[in-house]
């Protein structure tokens, strides 16, 4: 049994560490990482400082008819793709504000179990107020399958941004000191629309925030990029940026 446990952890490890960028032709975040964990159904741009993914990036699917894996029986837990100083682990969120959000969820996969699993690894998880995380930000990841369905697919990336004016002082929970991000971000891609190519952004103060008051916070892939300093879609041709990503479009 023991070794059977080993050659899994190590075939999860070898799964991590494989390039998977010819899956995502849109590119990668241009933000630096300190890793880049490659999963089934998506890919983690991660850091050993914050112990926090900084960007997740999926291609999500209109939703089949295929059973929904129950969540029951999920629970968090390391990535041994990552070594034990750089990790975080899930009591580090005990007796604070913060829940354990995950950057891509589990009900954008949850008709694979080996994805699913994927989505509770602690590098999926970022500190998120318990509000915004039961609130608002799931009517955000809600509205992501939405768009998923009436266009058949769309790219999505989720991060976290950290834009104090004074770096040290960041906030940070646990043993293990992780990070705790001051916004939250999704940029949409929808590459076949009846109307050509769109996109859709959000930048979320990480608060207490009610989902009727999440369309404050829309905005375009343009400012969300000028804000982070990054390009979000770096692989996309530069003439279908300019046309497209200055664009604020409602959800």
């Given at each position: 049994m023991f070794k059977s446990i080993v050659s899994l952890l190590s075939l999860m490890t070898l799964l991590s560490a494989q390039d998977c960028s010819e899956f995502y032709p849109e590119g990668f975040p241009t933000q630096d990482v300190d890793k880049v964990i490659c999963k089934k159904a998506f890919v983690i741009g991660y850091s050993f400082d914050t112990k926090t993914p900084l960007w997740a990036v999926e291609h999500l699917n209109k939703q089949t008819e295929m059973k929904k894996i129950p969540l029951e029986g999920f629970r968090y837990r390391r990535d041994y793709a990552l070594s034990r100083k750089h990790r975080s682990t899930s009591s580090?969120?005990?007796?604070?504000?913060?829940?354990?959000?995950?950057?891509?969820?589990f009900e954008d996969v949850n008709t694979d179990h080996f994805s699913s699993s994927d989505t509770f690894l602690m590098s999926n998880i970022a500190p998120q107020d318990t509000k915004l995380n039961r609130h608002g930000w799931i009517y955000l990841e809600r509205g992501m399958r939405e768009l998923a369905d009436v266009y058949d697919e769309v790219i999505v990336v989720t991060g976290v941004a950290f834009l104090h004016e004074d770096k040290a002082n960041i906030k940070r929970i646990g043993t293990h000191k992780v990070a705790v991000p001051t916004h939250y971000y999704k940029a949409v891609y929808a590459p076949n629309t009846i109307d050509g190519p769109k996109m859709w952004a959000w930048l979320v103060p990480n608060e207490a925030i009610d989902y009727k008051k999440m369309k404050n916070y829309r905005t375009s892939v343009d400012v969300l990029e000028q804000k982070l300093n990054i390009d979000l879609f770096p692989e996309?041709?530069?003439?279908?940026?300019?046309?497209?990503e200055s664009k604020i479009i409602p959800l």
């Open positions: 580090d969120y005990a007796y604070t504000n913060q829940d354990r959000s995950q950057l891509v969820p996309l041709k530069e003439s279908l940026q300019a046309r497209i």
